[in-house]
């Protein structure tokens, strides 16, 4: 038993470095038995230890496809500079529409969010916090920096919260963003701004919670 635990643990260990360090890209499918030559053990450890994987979101399993590399999972150093940057952009784009008067539709994008809220499928959340971001982000005349926000935001989804939850980010997503909204709608721009800062304050203390 303690032979196969640590054989388990070797594959883990080596399937998780090859994806951290980059040497197997998203996408690329995982072939047991390739692993089992290069490491020297037997395929049941291997098998176990992609399923770890699987339930920790560093690999899927998809049909016809086998076991593939999940989208990249960004380090903590990578999600700081990222939300530092949504921060700023962000909270820019709510000063201009306060200077400029601009009004957004809030009754539509509150609808984005409760269907955020009810929905229980990761890859669903995702595809309607875009949706969310390219209503919210209407009003932005630069469309390049739109397109910029709504990559970081989508790159940020990629850390590992507590408890391996990819549902805490959008949780924490949904929450922040109904508060933006409301102050964004009673022309409260120095709450709405202080608001982002809440939300980017709090996804980084939780990943560092995490490490400590």
Not at 73 to 80: A, D, H, N, P, Q
Request: glycine fraction near 2%; proline fraction near 1%.
């Amino acid at each position: 038993m303690g032979k196969k635990l640590k054989a388990q643990e070797i594959a883990y260990e080596y399937i998780k470095e090859m994806i951290d360090s980059n040497s197997w890209e998203t996408g690329v499918k995982l072939i047991e038995q390739d692993i089992s030559e290069t490491l020297g053990i037997s395929r049941t450890p291997i098998r176990e230890a992609i399923q770890r994987l699987v339930d920790e979101e560093y690999l899927q399993k998809e049909v016809n496809k086998g076991v593939t590399i999940n989208k990249k999972i960004i380090s903590k150093k990578e999600f700081v500079e990222r939300s530092q940057l949504v921060e700023i952009l962000l909270s820019n784009y709510i000063f201009q529409l306060q200077i400029k008067g601009r009004n957004l539709d809030i009754n539509a994008c509150k609808k984005i969010l409760e269907e955020i809220t009810f929905t229980n499928q990761v890859k669903k959340r995702a595809q309607q916090v875009t949706h969310f971001l390219e209503l919210f982000f209407i009003e932005m005349d630069n469309h390049l920096i739109k397109s910029l926000i709504i990559k970081q935001f989508d790159q940020m989804s990629y850390a590992k919260f507590p408890h391996d939850s990819l549902h805490f980010y959008y949780d924490e997503f949904v929450r922040s963003f109904r508060k933006v909204l409301e102050h964004v709608n009673t022309q409260k721009y120095d709450f709405a701004r202080k608001e982002v800062r809440i939300f980017v304050n709090r996804l980084n203390l939780e990943l560092i919670d995490q490490q400590v």
